[in-house]
């Protein structure tokens, strides 16, 4: 952190500082020079902080009256619904709080992909938000089993069941994973306990996250590397705080929405059932944030290598910043790249649509196309595009225009980003 | 970016409605004028308390609703019966309590504190005396089928003589909504089937929705309130976000960027 050289006005002040620097810190925290031109992408990753403390502090309360036994389990969910004061409102901002948080986390990640803030410095920043990422469908995904509804019974099945394609030990580690011979008693009650872990986990992971974000500082829309501070910047305290509080807060109204007007529209009806091992219900379908690797899943015929997919789908994220070879980072200078980035939205989009259709016909011919497309784009469009693409020239600072003669690229700081420059004029 | 961002709302609003009009599986749902719908929506008193009658005349001869108290007829959002007459209610049942001092079980009058009486005392029993199928519990049956509210009433309401080619087995009925059109409920209600305490005429549409309204408020019993509270969160969010919104310009117009 580069501002050491602060030290506290006060005397009580400097003597707590010197030997635990909290006020370094919160100094550091306040003074953090932010390029002055993040839009309204940029606070999607306030709001999830936002969203993360919501989850574990509506989580803690769920946790004080809800029962981990598959005998009462749905019972102690109603309770809750009933008889706990305000127990219905801790409930709807928990279940819909999830979805918000996968909104959000979604727009956080399509947002990194448009701007290129995975590439160099910033791939660790990248890759500890994919684990983040990774631990948030695990935590989601046993949360949905906590209330012992139809769809939590059988939705854990399937998942679980998932493991079985490991050949050999497949059937082994479903068995344990379990605790038993199908999910049960004590598939409950260890999900329980990892649905109330893996949270804590995931708020160490956002330490890091942003301990890692601080060294090289925020990406911006012009993706350049900027001068800090400099008048490309402006302190963390009071401009980007201000508009990410005012963000923020239309996110809320939205939030509001849903947990007040429409709590269950993005639930399942079938989780209002009590689960019942002998019933099968019509459609299994996971939660809508899952759905995109559900299409990729079940889009290959083998079941072992359809979970091999979905998970290849996640984990060849990380390897992004080194299969995106373009040295320039943000689309806007990118027409290409900008055009294949729609596509990959659309596509995952058209994923999540098949995945919550039957696996048949015309659902199942798109859902092969889509995840064939999902990877021929990281693997072949990606890699590609970085040697081929003709880039429009990229300003030297934010608060300059674009590059117009030679003469200004004398003034560029980076000598690697003029001779990008250069090459993109021709 | 502002065209990217109309392809997008396009696309998710086309994946939206699909998925609206897949959710209501070809046959249409009938439709009534809810009250309880709506930002400001709320129960019909008179139609719970109906709806109850309905239920504890009706329903309640092989569904159960588990997860209801006698008292919870008498609470604010409810059907809101006086204290007095839920507990009128609550003493015509009969409750096993014990053990007493003898160590013996013994029966008392039900008190507003105890759960709904159930028909049956347990799913075998109910599945022993409704030809193999187990009537649910209707605490939640509202939310727990898809259409909700319209989808009950449109069950109740949708009793028909099977298409020629259909033939059904003894004690299997058609009905038009039933998932897959067999059902092994009879058509529970028929006119005049209750006679209103209040007077209404008890038609069979009058009870289907009497009944669905009941149905709807014992699976959300606190609509009213989060309905309420609802809408003053979101003005009060309006609000506050003008406000932040005017600081932001006023701490912005320091730097000369656009926010």
């Known amino acids: ?426 | 970016m502002k065209k990217s961002i109309s392809i997008l709302v396009l696309s998710l609003s086309i994946l939206f409605f699909h998925n609206h009009s897949i959710s209501a599986e070809k046959v249409d749902l009938l439709k009534t004028d809810w009250t309880f719908k709506g930002l400001f929506g709320k129960y019909d008193r008179a139609s719970l308390q109906r709806g109850y009658q309905v239920y504890t005349e009706v329903c309640a001869a092989c569904h159960s609703m588990q997860y209801l108290s006698y008292r919870n007829l008498a609470e604010p959002g409810g059907p809101e019966f006086t204290e007095e007459q839920a507990k009128a209610i609550a003493a015509s049942f009969e409750v096993l309590d014990g053990p007493n001092s003898d160590g013996e079980m013994f029966m008392r009058p039900a008190k507003l504190s105890d759960k709904f009486v159930k028909p049956y005392e347990n799913v075998e029993a109910s599945k022993a005396a409704n030809g193999g199928a187990y009537p649910p519990d209707m605490s939640v049956l509202a939310k727990a089928r898809k259409g909700g509210a319209d989808y009950i009433y449109s069950l109740l309401l949708g009793y028909e003589d099977p298409p020629a080619g259909i033939k059904l087995d003894d004690g299997v009925y058609f009905n038009k909504y039933m998932y897959g059109n067999k059902i092994k409920m009879s058509a529970p209600l028929s006119d005049g089937l209750v006679e209103y305490n209040d007077g209404t005429e008890a038609s069979e549409e009058q009870m289907a929705k009497d009944i669905t309204t009941f149905l709807m408020w014992s699976a959300e019993p606190h609509l009213e309130t989060r309905h309420k509270t609802g809408f003053r969160v979101i003005v009060y969010l309006i609000i506050l976000s003008v406000l932040v919104y005017l600081t932001m310009k006023k701490i912005w117009s320091r730097v000369e960027t656009k926010v």
């Open chain 1, 1 to 426: 952190m580069s501002d050491s050289h602060y030290t506290p006005k006060s005397k009580v002040g400097k003597w707590f500082n010197d030997r635990l620097p909290l006020l370094t810190l919160a100094n550091h925290l306040t003074d953090y020079p932010t390029p002055k031109n993040l839009n309204y992408w940029w606070t999607f990753g306030g709001i999830l902080t936002f969203c993360l403390i919501t989850q574990i502090v509506t989580g803690l309360v769920l946790a004080m009256h809800y029962i981990a036994d598959t005998k009462l389990a749905f019972a102690s969910v109603e309770h809750i619904m009933r008889d706990v004061n305000y127990g219905w409102l801790i409930r709807y901002v928990h279940a819909n709080g999830a979805s918000m948080f996968f909104l959000a986390v979604y727009i956080h990640i399509f947002r990194s992909l448009f701007y290129g803030s995975y590439k160099s410095p910033r791939e660790i920043i990248w890759i500890l938000g994919i684990i983040i990422y990774l631990l948030m469908m695990a935590a989601a995904f046993m949360g949905y089993v906590l209330p012992w509804g139809q769809m939590s019974y059988w939705g854990a099945t399937v998942i679980t069941n998932l493991f079985s394609a490991i050949p050999l030990i497949g059937e082994g580690i479903t068995t344990w994973l379990w605790g038993g011979y199908s999910v049960d008693n004590p598939t409950l009650t260890r999900f329980y306990a990892l649905h109330y872990l893996i949270p804590f986990l995931i708020l160490g992971l956002v330490v890091l996250h942003i301990w890692a974000l601080h060294v090289p500082g925020n990406n911006n829309p012009v993706g350049i590397e900027i001068k800090k501070p400099s008048n490309d910047t402006v302190p963390f305290h009071p401009y980007i705080v201000i508009k990410d509080a005012f963000a923020l807060l239309l996110f809320l109204i939205v939030f509001a929405f849903f947990v007040f007007y429409t709590p269950n529209i993005l639930g399942h009806a079938d989780n209002y059932i009590e689960a019942n091992p002998l019933v099968t219900p019509a459609h299994i379908v996971p939660e809508w944030y899952l759905l995109p690797f559900y299409a990729i899943l079940r889009s290959v015929p083998d079941k072992l290598m359809g979970v091999i997919a979905m998970f290849s789908a996640i984990l060849i994220l990380a390897a992004l910043p080194w299969l995106d070879t373009s040295k320039i980072r943000s689309a806007v200078f990118r027409p290409l790249y900008k055009q294949f980035y729609w596509i990959l939205v659309i596509d995952v989009l058209i994923l999540g649509y098949v995945g919550a259709m039957p696996a048949e016909g015309l659902y199942l011919l798109v859902a092969r196309i889509a995840t064939a497309y999902y990877f021929a784009h990281f693997l072949i469009i990606l890699p590609v595009l970085g040697f081929t693409e003709k880039t429009n020239p990229i300003p030297l600072s934010i608060s300059e225009p674009v590059l117009a003669g030679s003469a200004m690229a004398t003034r560029a700081v980076n000598d690697d980003k003029v001779e990008i420059n250069l090459k993109s004029l021709g």
